[in-house]
């Protein structure tokens, strides 16, 4: 149950992210992957509306070797999430 309110978090998070923001998506996920050896796949699936929207999706692959707790898949979704949004913001600003 805790681990379904969680994904809907993550989707609630990632909804509406326009192309710089995948882009920087990608990069981050790919620096985190590096951190933690946790696989990150961003996925990109258009919702048929009046615009096209640009949805990210979260998919993790199972790890191997126990990480720690800092560097859990949770957490790390939540730090992506956060930088994401934090870039986000870097951008409306400039």
């Known amino acids: 149950m805790k681990e379904r309110r969680i994904a809907m978090q993550q989707r609630t998070l990632l909804k509406n992210f326009s192309h710089r923001n995948f882009y920087a998506f ?38 191997r070797r126990r990480t720690p707790l800092h560097q859990s898949p949770t957490c790390c979704v939540y730090e992506a999430v ?11 600003e400039i």
Do not use: D, G, M, W
């Open 82 to 92: 956060s930088t994401v949004f934090t870039i986000t913001n870097t951008f409306k």
């Open 26 to 63: 990608n990069v981050i996920s790919s620096y985190l992957q590096l951190i933690s050896r946790v696989n990150f796949t961003a996925i990109k699936t258009f919702e048929r509306r009046r615009s096209s929207v640009h949805r990210v999706v979260l998919k993790q692959r199972p790890v």
